[in-house]
């Protein structure tokens, strides 16, 4: 059996989890109540990647898939893996402007949809290349148990469209060797997930993390839950109907599930450590004490895949403090000051990264990826400082910095002294030009109770200082989210909402 350090592509990924665990459940839909053996994913992957075939599909395509969390969407994503072919997720909340973008950049040649977006993505298609929508069910082929593919781990498997604040989506592009990366990691050091270990995923399909969750349970036999998204009211119950042992989640989720009723049963689960990335900082011990399980922060990208992870040791030290760990086994980390120049420890500048499984670049964007490897490095955009150990802490955006007077203020630090108030389900800070500070601070939230801008300044005011209090209110019914559970502040800065002025105490 081949050992998993060589594993380097999909399709022997499979291959090996069918021959060690084949009647094992490699995959639970929660939803439909649909199982799938280590054996049937290989086989109906290899069905898949054979109907592929069939229609013309050659290394070097890219096929977009718009499906729900339902199980053709990992098995295409294992066949066109298996073909030397590339996914091209599409959102599924996407309509024909962002989804012509994705599709028309991309340069997919065919579509796999369900029924009820194949009419969108046809109506699409006259402006892109794309040559035939089809539906899972039209994907028909007799499986071959002689089937066997060999595709180069850096071979590309995705074109993966980010999910960024601003601008339109960038394609990622990421070799097979990408998921291997994450994949190896998880199952070799901690949380070091096996056979044992029930393993879920509560974010949609064309969002990495149930790709990469995939992966893992490939590579260490571990059996994936997988949810039709995530509902908070519900999500503790579902973690013990299935006997869950660990999970990933992120963005708002924490926040929300903390908001749920608390119950007797909310310590009677099976998990026995949680990863998450942007735990917030205030509520970190409560989630911990809640649930009787321990929190640990994860930090990745999009185009580097998981990077930097707290580790068992360092955990309780660093509760609450922001510290997202240490970069992990493939990955090397500085921070680097504007001139890319390394900066004191301690000190805050930009957080840079380098290693192996990372993508190859943005898809047809040569200046863009240019920019982002400047002096062969990945420039992440996010603001950091490390100490002397090499820990790593979270300070911010580079872009979501404000300029005020002067003073550089972080929004997440604005953000998290609002998320504190008891009303506040959700805030977003944002810069509005002035002319005489420069930049002024605009805040948005969604209240759960009344309450007026006037409280809310007067209790920022008590927790930040002076020049970090908003000068501008919006209040809103909800705010655009990514799919990664971030709020999409480009689109943020488009919403027309009355605004609240607290200095001239006026709506406007």
Request: aromatic share 8%.
């Amino acid at each position: 059996m081949i050992p998993l350090e060589d594993v380097d592509d999909l399709a022997t990924l499979v291959r090996r989890a069918a021959e060690l665990w084949p009647d094992r459940d490699a995959w639970i839909f929660d939803e439909t109540g649909a199982r799938y053996t280590f054996a049937d994913v290989e086989r109906d992957s290899t069905r898949f990647a054979l109907a592929l075939l069939e229609l013309g599909l050659e290394p070097g395509d890219r096929v977009a898939v718009m499906l729900r969390n339902q199980p053709e969407f990992p098995l295409l994503w294992l066949a066109l893996a298996k073909i030397g072919a590339m996914l091209v997720p599409v959102n599924i909340n996407y309509r024909e402007l962002d989804g012509a973008h994705v599709l028309r950049h991309s340069g997919a040649r065919f579509a796999v949809a369900a029924p009820e977006f194949a009419g969108l993505l046809t109506r699409i298609a006259p402006d892109t290349k794309l040559e035939r929508v089809l539906t899972p069910a039209e994907l028909s082929a007799e499986s071959s148990a002689a089937a066997r593919f060999d595709v180069p781990g850096e071979l590309p498997s995705n074109i993966q469209y980010t999910s960024g604040t601003t601008g339109a989506p960038k394609g990622c592009v990421l070799p097979q060797r990408y998921w291997l990366t994450i994949a190896r990691d998880l199952a070799t050091s901690f949380p070091a997930i096996s056979d044992e270990d029930r393993i879920l995923t509560a974010q949609p399909f064309h969002y990495i993390d149930p790709q990469w969750n995939v992966a893992l349970g490939l590579a260490s036999g571990a059996t994936l839950v997988v949810l039709d998204r995530f509902h908070p009211s519900t999500f503790w119950a579902k973690i013990r109907e299935h006997e869950i042992t660990w999970f990933y989640c992120l963005g708002l989720m924490p926040a929300l599930l903390l908001r749920q009723p608390e119950s007797t049963l909310d310590r009677a689960h099976s998990v026995r450590a949680i990863h998450a990335s942007a735990i917030p900082r205030d509520l970190q011990a409560q989630l911990e004490q809640r649930w009787g399980v321990r929190w640990f922060e994860a930090f990745g990208m999009t185009e580097t895949g998981s990077d930097i992870r707290l580790s068992e040791t360092d955990h309780d030290e660093f509760v609450g403090t922001g510290c997202l760990g240490r970069p992990n086994r493939t990955r090397e980390a500085m921070i680097v000051d504007d001139a890319g120049h390394p900066v004191p420890r301690g000190e805050p500048g930009e957080l840079v990264l380098r290693g192996l499984g990372m993508m190859h670049g943005y898809h047809d964007d040569p200046e863009a990826t240019a920019r982002a490897f400047s002096g062969g490095w990945f420039h992440t955009g996010d603001l950091a400082t490390m100490d002397h150990q090499g820990r790593i802490f979270y300070v911010g955006r580079t872009k979501d910095m404000i300029r005020r007077s002067g003073e550089n203020i972080s929004a997440d630090e604005v953000e998290r002294a609002l998320m504190s108030h008891p009303a506040v389900e959700l805030a977003a800070v944002i810069a509005v030009p002035d002319e005489l500070r420069g930049e002024e601070i605009k805040a948005f939230v969604v209240l759960s109770t009344e309450t007026t801008p006037d409280e809310l300044t007067e209790f920022c005011a008590a927790k930040l200082a002076y020049f970090k209090v908003p000068r501008f209110w919006s209040i809103a019914d909800s705010l655009p989210l990514t799919p990664s559970e971030r709020v999409a502040k480009g689109e943020l800065r488009r919403i027309e909402l009355p605004t609240y002025d607290r200095v001239a105490r006026e709506w406007r």
